[in-house]
Every structure is written in structure tokens, then in C-alpha cells.
């Protein structure tokens, strides 16, 4: 019963009885473990044997720079998956680290058997399939709207650009960030000190609010003209 209502918990499985389940669940090899914060899911360079799907908690795709810095790449929530893209497209290896940001369970689903399509065309593989080219889509525009907040040539233009993308997801003025000051830094590929410098100068100026991870912005940022206005 606790591992089905660990599968049920995550959006590809909730509308999926006990039995289909517990069919999925063999039908590719599907295990269920647990982590603790700051816990190594995959290594990068290690076999991409599974797809991994975080049913609880969330973890952070991280890789190394040519300096031995570590830059975050994208935090994952429950729902989301990692290793997808490089499964159907042939890779043999992970590509990042994978790293549990909090408590959290995963889901490890064989590449082989999600990437080899069933002899008879199952309906339960043609949904999982389905389900994540959908979540590895939704991704890639994660993706994108990095590679546009990082084109962003100083750190108040990444900021407001992050900030007012968060805003717009959540559609309203008031969200939380999945990221501390240390995370966003590294995401943002910034010193942390100067991030807190120039958060602390928008707050000053009336153009945004914030309190540990919860933001709000005062004043809408047109990227444009790099213009601030009400």
C-alpha cells in the first residue's frame, strides 16, 4: 500500500488504479528509495541506467565548472524527472549530479524498458511515455528561460528577469523562490555577496520586497528599456 500511494502521490500516477500500478511498477522495474538533504541521487559520468522521477521533496541538477565551482542548474519539484532527455537521446552516461535538497523520495524507472516500447503497444506504456514527453517539454522551457537570464548582462537585469518570470508562473506579485540566497547565487552564476548587495539596493528603491524565500515585486520590470514603472 506505500508504495502505490507513493507512485499515486505524483501526477503521472494519479489518475491510475492500484493494479494498473502495481502493473506499471513491473512492467518497468520501478524502485522507490528515499533521501536525506544533501544526498547524492546519481552522479554525473555514472551509467544512465534509470529515469528518475522525484515523487516527494525536491533535488537540485547541479555540474561543476572549470574552476571546481558548483553551478545549479535547475531545482526539481515533485512531479518532475531528470535523466529523460539524455535516455531517449542515446546518452550512456548522466550528465549532472542529481542532489536531494530536502527529504525526498524518487522513483527509479528503467531507461531500457521506457525507451523500448512494449511488443504489444501497452496503453500503460504509451501514457508514462506521453507523460514525459509533456514534463521533459515543460523542462526545456525551464531551460530556455535560463539561457535568457543568463544572456542578462549585470546581476540586477538577472535578477529582475528571474524574479519577474517567478512572478509570472505563479501569477502574482507575491511567490516564493525554490532557491536560498546561496542557491539563487549559483543558479544565477553570481558572487553571493553581490547578489545581497543588489537585493538589498532594489529593496531599498521600493522595486522589490523579499523575506528568506518569499519576494514580492513592487515595481514591474520592463526588459526592454531596462526601465522600471508602476
Not at 518532475?80 to 530536502?102: I, Q
Not at 548582462?153 to 538577472?158: A, L, M, S
Not at 537585493?199 to 522589490?208: R, Y
Amino acid at each position: 500500500m506505500e508504495f502505490f500511494n507513493d507512485l499515486q502521490s505524483s501526477s503521472i500516477f494519479s489518475d491510475i488504479n492500484e493494479s494498473d500500478i502495481l502493473a506499471m511498477a513491473h512492467c518497468f522495474n520501478i524502485r522507490i528509495k528515499n533521501f536525506t538533504k544533501n544526498s547524492v541521487i546519481v552522479e554525473s559520468g555514472k551509467p544512465l541506467e534509470d529515469i528518475i522521477l522525484i515523487l516527494k521533496g525536491g533535488a537540485i541538477i547541479q555540474s561543476y565548472d572549470t574552476n571546481g565551482e558548483i553551478s545549479i542548474l535547475m531545482k526539481l519539484q515533485s512531479g518532475d524527472v531528470f535523466g529523460v532527455e539524455g535516455a531517449y537521446a542515446g546518452e550512456e552516461s548522466y550528465a549532472d549530479d542529481l542532489v536531494a535538497s530536502e527529504k525526498t523520495t524518487v522513483a527509479f524507472l528503467s531507461r531500457h524498458r521506457l525507451c523500448t516500447p512494449c511488443e504489444n503497444r501497452c496503453k500503460r506504456h504509451i501514457k508514462l511515455a506521453r507523460e514525459l514527453m509533456t514534463i521533459m517539454a515543460n523542462k526545456n522551457f525551464v531551460l530556455l528561460n535560463k539561457i535568457a537570464c543568463m544572456s542578462k548582462k549585470t546581476i540586477r537585469e538577472k535578477v529582475l528577469y528571474y524574479l519577474q518570470n517567478e512572478s509570472l508562473k505563479n501569477n502574482t506579485a507575491y511567490f516564493d523562490i525554490p532557491f536560498n540566497k546561496t542557491e539563487l547565487a549559483s543558479y544565477l552564476s553570481v558572487d553571493r555577496s553581490a547578489l545581497s548587495k543588489e537585493l538589498n539596493n532594489l529593496k531599498k528603491e521600493k522595486i522589490i520586497d523579499f523575506d528568506k524565500r518569499r519576494y514580492h515585486i513592487i515595481k514591474k520590470n520592463s526588459l526592454k528599456n531596462n526601465k522600471i514603472y508602476n
